[in-house]
Each structure stands twice: as structure tokens, then as C-alpha cells.
């Protein structure tokens, strides 16, 4: 009976070897052995069938199968409105994976196929065809958007014609590739981070009408040619540009330009303001020029706002400011200006501010007197005797010890709107 026993142990301690070997498989039928005359079936695990073997084994349980995840969906695929639309979709999300901080949410909208109501995004139809939907027009204006670059973006928009994107954070050179760009007609990127020198590639550019790279930190020289391309508005105050203003300035037919707070040297040409004759706003305050005024300032009959304030000019006042008779403000502060403020000019109709303060002017007349009382003439820091708030005797001599002469002294007194017109003396200072 014992060697029976110890048979039959042996037999099931076999069995379980076998059954935990093949336990992966599950496809394996229960495994049966005839032990005593009896046939003994094993499930997997070693798990006995007839319960009445008297004895109790503990066989290692087969490893259970492990349920993976199901594969996932294959990508779905985006339908397009058109095919210009599916050209730009990847480079507008690889622009969107560049853009380091985007404090109000604007990408989380450039998302799936239907890109002209991405925020900032408007599509119409391109001039080479009627029939279909690009994207024209980009509008980024305040978004507060910072990417190290636009490049691989701007310059991959082929049918773009508008392109805003001032107050943001947006650094770098602008590429070259934007020349290719053959609708773009208005170019904005104001008060960003753009460094290098001046984007040359818009030099050519036909159909640009508008341009505005103010309130960056662009260097260098402007190319003369830029003032005698077709542009309506041209604005580059507010940079590094250092250059003596070209000759060339004055055959310019821009309707808008600013040149303040920059570097610009040399004395103003000559020409320049004939070109200007119809801005309505002459703003070159903040630069580093030199010279006399010329009569030729006269020729400003459009102004409203005149500003060449701080900067190096020296001389007496033109008369010839008095034939602006639309202008508003007058800004000549923080120069080297001298002699009599001239009354012709204190008679300006809409004058509403006149500041010729951190000069050295040595006589006002009654009419001027009366707008210093009336807080529109400023002309504090100067050298009128009579007046309050001015130099000092010794910082006046000083200027005065040293004297400064500007070609063509006659035609200060000139008035090419009142030719007749006969100018009061001042006394010497």
C-alpha cells in the first residue's frame, strides 16, 4: 500500500511538471494518466478533477495572459477646402511649435483642417484665382505671441498680402525669401524684438505699399533706395539706424513718414521738404542731426505735427514757418537754436503747441509773448533776458563766444507765401 502511495506521488509531482511547462498554452487540452486503474484528468495549474485522491498538491499556477491595448486608430485624415489650404496647414504647425509663450490662448484655435477660422487667420480669394480659398491675410496685431523667429513662416504664406503683427515678442532677421512673396502689400511687425540690419528684401518689392519696422532694434544704415520705392507709409522710428539722410529723400512721394529716435546725422537736405510737402506729420525728433533749417521748410503746407526736436541744429529760426498754416504743434526743443522767435510764426492760426525750450533764443516779441502766457510757447532753458527760467549769463556767453554761421542768411527772412512780407529786427544778444 505505501509503495503504492509513494507511485502515485510521483506520478502527480510528474504530471504537474508537465502541465506547468505548457501552462502558456491555452489552446492545450487537460492532460490524463491512469494511475491504479483510474484515469486522472489535469486542468492547467495542476487543479485535480477527481477530488477524492487523498492528496493535496500545491503546483505553481500558469502565468494568466496579459491583455494589451488595442492597436490605436490610424490617424484621421484631414479634409481640406482647398489645396492652397493644405500647403500652408504644416507650416503654420511648425510655426505653432516654435511659439515659446502665448499668454492668451490664440494657437489653442489653430487646430484641424479648417484654417481660415484659425484666430488671426483670414482666407479669400487670390488674384490668380478667383475660384479658390487662400490664406491673405494674417492679423497677430496685440497677441503678445513670443517665437525666436518668423522665418519658415512668413516667407512659406504664397498668396499672403497682409501681414500685422505688431506687440509681440517676435526676434530674429526677417528672411529674404519674403521678396518671393508676390502679393504682399502691407508688412507690420512694430514693437517686437527683430535685430540685424535693415530687411533688405523689401527692396523691390513692387507692390508694397505699406511698411513699419518701428519699435525694434534693427541697425545699421537705410538703403537710399527705400525712400524712392512705391510706398505710401514708411515707418523706421524707433530703431538703431544710423545714416546721413540721401539726397535722394527729397524725390520721394510717401504720404507718411517717421524717422524719429534714431541716429541719423548730417544736416537735413535741402529737398527734403518740397518731398514732404504733403505729410501731414514731419517727425525726425531724437536723432543726432546737425546743420541749419533751411527756408525751403515752408514748403511743409500739409503739417500738422512738425517735430525735430533733440537733436544738434543750430541757427535762427526760418521765418518761412509761417506759411504752416495747418500745423498744430512745432517741437524744436533740446537744439541749438538762436536768435528772435519770430512773430510771423507766433501768429500761426491753429498752433496749439510750440516748444522751443534748451535753446539758446534771445528775444520774443509781443504776439510770442502772449502764447508763453497762454502755456502754448515753451521756452524755458533759454536766453531772454527778461523772462524767467532761463540760462545763465555765463552759459549764454559761453554759447555765444563760440559763433555759429548757416549758408544762405538771407532767405531766413523769407516767406514764400508772403513774399511782401517785411520782418522785424531783433536786437544782437
Known amino acids: ?15 504537474c511538471l508537465v502541465v506547468n511547462t505548457m501552462a502558456q498554452n491555452t ?8 494511475i491504479g486503474g483510474k484515469r486522472i484528468s489535469l486542468t492547467k495549474g495542476c487543479a485535480l478533477k477527481d477530488r477524492n485522491i487523498p492528496i493535496t498538491l500545491e503546483c505553481p499556477q500558469p502565468k494568466t495572459s496579459i491583455s494589451l491595448p488595442p ?3 490610424k490617424d484621421e485624415i484631414l479634409q481640406f477646402a482647398e489645396q492652397r489650404l493644405a500647403v500652408v496647414y504644416p507650416v503654420i504647425q511648425e510655426f505653432k511649435s516654435i511659439i515659446t509663450s502665448d499668454p492668451l490662448g490664440i494657437t489653442k484655435t489653430w487646430v484641424g483642417s479648417d484654417i481660415c477660422n484659425y484666430k488671426g487667420f483670414y482666407c479669400e480669394s487670390p488674384p490668380d484665382n478667383k475660384t479658390a480659398i487662400a490664406v491673405a491675410s494674417i492679423d497677430f496685431n496685440g497677441f503678445q505671441l513670443s517665437a525666436p523667429t518668423l522665418d519658415g513662416f512668413l516667407d512659406q504664406l504664397p498668396d499672403i498680402a497682409l501681414f500685422h503683427a505688431n506687440s509681440n515678442s517676435f526676434a530674429g532677421t526677417i528672411s529674404s525669401n519674403i521678396a518671393k512673396l508676390p502679393y504682399l502689400y502691407e508688412l507690420d511687425i512694430s514693437n517686437n524684438k527683430f535685430s540685424g540690419p535693415f530687411p533688405a528684401a523689401v527692396l523691390g518689392m513692387n507692390n508694397l505699399e505699406f511698411l513699419d519696422i518701428r519699435f525694434n532694434y534693427f541697425t545699421g544704415s537705410v538703403p537710399p533706395q527705400i525712400f524712392t520705392q512705391n510706398l505710401d507709409f514708411l ?10 539722410l540721401p539726397d535722394n529723400i527729397g524725390s520721394t512721394h510717401i504720404l507718411f513718414l517717421t524717422l524719429a529716435n534714431n541716429k541719423f546725422i548730417g ?3 535741402r529737398s527734403i521738404f518740397k518731398a514732404f510737402s504733403e505729410l501731414t506729420e ?3 525728433v531724437n536723432n543726432q542731426l546737425t546743420g541749419c533749417l533751411p527756408y525751403e521748410i515752408g514748403y511743409l503746407k500739409e503739417a500738422v505735427v512738425f517735430d525735430v526736436g533733440d537733436n544738434q541744429l543750430t541757427g535762427q529760426l526760418p521765418f518761412s514757418l509761417a506759411c504752416l498754416e495747418k500745423v498744430e504743434q512745432l517741437n524744436f526743443a533740446n537744439n541749438l537754436l538762436f536768435g528772435m522767435v519770430p512773430e510771423a510764426v507766433c501768429g500761426l492760426p491753429n498752433l496749439l503747441h510750440f516748444s522751443l525750450s534748451d535753446n539758446y533764443f534771445t528775444h520774443a516779441g509781443p504776439l510770442c509773448r502772449f502764447l508763453i502766457e497762454k502755456g502754448v510757447l515753451d521756452v ?3 536766453c531772454i533776458p527778461d523772462l524767467p527760467f532761463q540760462r545763465s549769463v555765463a552759459e549764454c556767453a559761453d554759447f555765444f563766444a563760440h559763433p555759429r554761421f548757416c549758408p544762405h542768411m538771407w532767405s531766413y527772412t523769407y ?4 513774399p511782401y512780407y517785411i520782418p522785424e529786427m531783433a536786437p544782437s544778444p
Request: with cysteine; glycine share 4%.
Open 1 to 15: 500500500m505505501r509503495s503504492i502511495s509513494t507511485k502515485f506521488y510521483v506520478l502527480l509531482v510528474l504530471a
Open 415 to 418: 516767406i514764400p507765401c508772403k
Open 27 to 34: 489552446n492545450t487540452e487537460p492532460l490524463g494518466f491512469v
Open 71 to 73: 492597436l490605436p486608430l
Open 282 to 284: 514731419v517727425l525726425l
Open 380 to 382: 524755458r532753458n533759454n
Open 267 to 269: 544736416p537735413l537736405p
Open 235 to 244: 515707418f523706421i522710428n524707433n530703431n538703431g539706424f544710423m545714416i546721413k
